[in-house]
């Protein structure tokens, strides 16, 4: 891994930052003074000293992002962007809780714990995902039963119970225990409606923060990571 896209991840400055410390040799690796940016490390077993404090590297991290509209939740892509372009980590194996469609924007959870994943898409546990949807069509109040009773798609496949809050005539807040392939979408033409917006807002506990701009990131705090794990068993 590149020294210097360690030391960025780790926090003690931008890129060009510490570009800047390890070029005036502020920099330590094994106890040898280097100068080269560009020179590789082994995070996990060489000892690295900057500006006089030793880097602890972490294993596992845990990234919320505002994912923008026209990237795809892949790690590699030939056609389009990944949300993995938008990342300036030095972390290996990292890959999305779940996935946001090209065209739908919000909450997204990038890690590299298999055991959280596993747990947070783990059909035994009752995790919220809630979305703001706009439409077309006309909202009708007998669809709000149809929620309840779990929605019918075109292929038979009979959705889990989910809730459908009406903001304005076309626009909504709908909550999914489930994620199935462009389910949203699916539900909402199975009922005659056409969805034209699409953005998570809330994934469990975790809600989008507001100052999140889209298309940025950060790393989430231990409070929100603990909001996470909080699942209820069925």
Do not use: W
Not at 107 to 130: C, M, R
């Amino acid at each position: 891994m590149r020294l210097d896209k360690l030391l960025a991840h780790m926090n003690y400055g931008s890129r060009k930052e510490v570009k800047g410390f390890i070029r005036k040799g502020y920099v330590l690796v094994n106890g040898e003074v280097v100068r080269d940016d560009d020179f590789k490390v082994d995070e996990e077993l060489d000892e690295i000293v900057i500006l006089e404090e030793e880097v602890t590297f972490k294993k596992t991290v845990y990234f919320i992002m505002h994912k923008p509209k026209g990237y795809v939740c892949a790690n590699t892509d030939t056609r389009d962007p990944t949300i993995f372009e938008l990342l300036d980590c030095a972390q290996r194996g990292l890959f999305t809780i779940g996935r946001l469609d090209k065209d739908t924007t919000g909450l997204l959870l990038i890690t590299n714990d298999g055991t959280l994943a596993h747990e947070l898409l783990s059909p035994k546990y009752h995790v919220n995902k809630t979305y703001e949807v706009t439409f077309q069509g006309i909202y009708k109040d007998a669809f709000q039963q149809k929620f309840k009773e779990g929605i019918v798609l075109e292929d038979g496949y009979v959705c889990k119970s989910a809730t459908f809050e009406l903001l304005d005539s076309q626009k909504g807040r709908i909550t999914i225990h489930e994620g199935k392939f462009h389910q949203i979408k699916r539900m909402m033409s199975a009922l005659g409606l056409k969805v034209v917006d699409l953005k998570r807002v809330a994934f469990g506990s975790l809600h989008l923060p507001l100052d999140l701009l889209e298309g940025s990131y950060r790393e989430l705090t231990e409070d929100e990571i603990a909001l996470l794990r909080e699942k209820e068993k069925k």
